[in-house]
């Protein structure tokens, strides 16, 4: 079993900043890459931002120079400050993790259950 735990979600004011974690637990073998995902009212999931097992991220056009993702390997836990939030960015976010479990040699897709970010006034 797998488990992504996120937290950090909320209300904030536009220009204001908020910051996700997300934790994997259980029989993780090796984790490739981690990242944030949302979904707006009706529209479509969308990659936010992802970080690699080698440090390399990539992010949304949106989302670049206000958001940074980061990692702690040892705690298997991702990181996403967000700065200058905008009420665009209003949408569940939802952590994403490839990884590998223990005694298993494929890499699987793995979501937490989403956590609700809201940016107005």
């Known amino acids: 079993q797998v488990q992504l735990m996120e937290s950090g979600g909320g209300l904030v004011q536009p220009g204001g900043s908020l910051r996700l974690s997300c934790a994997a637990s259980g029989s993780i073998g090796s984790i490739n890459a981690m990242g944030w995902y949302r979904q707006a009212p009706g529209k479509e999931r969308e990659l936010v931002a992802r970080?690699?097992?080698?440090?390399?991220?990539n992010y949304a056009d949106s989302v670049k120079g206000r958001f940074t993702i980061s990692r702690d390997n040892a705690k298997n836990t991702v990181y996403l400050q967000m700065n200058s939030l905008r009420p665009e960015d209003t949408a569940v976010y939802y952590c994403?993790?490839?990884?590998?479990?223990?005694?298993?040699?494929?890499?699987?897709?793995?979501w937490g259950r989403g956590t609700q970010v809201t940016v107005s006034s």
């Open positions: 970080i690699m097992s080698d440090n390399s991220t």
């Open positions: 994403n993790a490839v990884l590998r479990r223990i005694m298993i040699s494929w890499f699987d897709n793995y």
